[in-house]
């Protein structure tokens, strides 16, 4: 089926201006272009229908769940005019919403993005919200401590970092990130979340700005593989590639991190790394180590946990 083209697009926006009235109308009419343009979903929404109800009441101003019956409230020219310019750029432009927006959520918390940072949306999020039980032997109320020190590297955004201060609000969290854009954004979040006192964002490569012991760390770094790289929906290449691409495999930077973690964890910390679709390639790679792989109620896969004490194994395989 062929996709409408711009003019199409421009055409069918300047009718719902004139003939629509209210917001059912404009979440309607945005589903419906959705739809016909074959627009790929993924960056904190799953189907046409949350989509619309983002762009809509974020244009106007509203949160994304408001009372149904406000949907028919009818919406003034300029009001239609400033949802429209949304659409069509998510449309026409395959600009992800959270970048139109400038917020996405992660573990029920508002991060601020931009094309300076991946969308957040790593599975990591689940763990976060179980206090990574069952693999950390413990959690608030148990009898073994909570984190104390954590590690976000490869931090982007600051969202998983953000997010295991939240949840363990004794610790101490330090977020890396090679990019001085990316840490520019994680320092806006760090602020709008009031986390100065426990949350430092350092430029770092990988381990580099890393120091002394962690009970945990946590990364979602780089890792999609080159064929992934050439066949990316287009709403990808707005993110900065170099929060993406990996190498051939995928593993150019993970390599490296399985080499210098198990230095800066403690006897019994954690390391949980993301590594997406490059987990074949993983598991090949390094087939003496216990890889765990969880499962995600919400969705989401190749995230692996290894104890401190399973990197002791990569000696072996020197």
Known sequence: MDHPTAPDLFAQAGQAADELQTMQDFIRWTVSRMNEAGIYFGHGTDNPWDEALLLVTHALHLPWNLADEWRHSRLTRSEREAILDLVVARIEQRVPAPYLTGVAWFCNLPFVVDERVLIPRSPIGQMIEQNFAPWWQGDLHSGKPAPRRILDVCTGSGCIGIACAVQFPQADVELLDISFDALEVAEENIHRHELQERVTALQSDLFSAASGKYDLIVSNPPYVDADDMHSLPEEYRHEPELALAA??????????????????????????????????????????????????????????????????????ID
């Open 247 to 316: 190498g051939d495999d995928g593993l150019d930077l993970v390599r490296i991190m399985l080499k210098e973690a198990r230095q800066y964890l403690t006897d019994d910390g954690l390391l949980v790394l993301e590594v997406g679709n490059s987990w074949p390639a993983l598991v090949e790679a390094y087939p003496q180590l216990p890889f765990v792989w969880p499962t995600f109620e919400r969705g989401g896969h190749g995230v692996f946990v290894l104890q401190a004490r399973d990197l002791d194994l990569l000696s072996s």
